[in-house]
């Protein structure tokens, strides 16, 4: 298992995004852009998003994953990462898209309205570049 740099953690606490590539059933790339958040203590990168979603489904039948996201402020610095998910949970989930919508749209309440329910895929890293 590989672990995000600590020089890279700053990514983190800016409005980065990042984007996500998955395999559909058919084996086919589904790649979207998404906000991005980083557990340190666990070392797993997080992203939110809405039961039933493409993404959510693709990682449901193969939970392996590419993840790239460019410093907003730099965009010769990057941060590429390829892991699994090892749980799609909707513990937390709520709040933290809220937490995400402050740093990314300075709102207190994630917009739109959710139609399903919001899960977050947590990431391992297993090859950091």
Known sequence: MAS???????????????HVATLTAA??????PVWIDYDEADDR?????????????NVRNNP????????????YRFLS???????????GARDHIDELARRYQGVDEY???IQTERVIL??????VL
């Open 64 to 75: 392996g994953v590419g993840v790239s996201m460019t410093d907003p402020d730099d965009p």
């Open 122 to 127: 947590r990431i391992r890293p297993d090859r």
């Open 4 to 18: 995000i740099p600590d020089d890279c953690h700053d990514l983190f606490e800016k409005q980065t995004f990042a």
């Open 81 to 91: 990462v390829i892991g699994e998910v090892e749980t799609v949970t909707t513990d």
């Open 45 to 57: 990168l997080l992203i939110n998003t809405e039961r039933g979603r493409q993404k959510e489904r």
């Open 27 to 32: 084996g086919l790339p589904h790649v979207t």
């Open 111 to 113: 917009q739109p309205t």
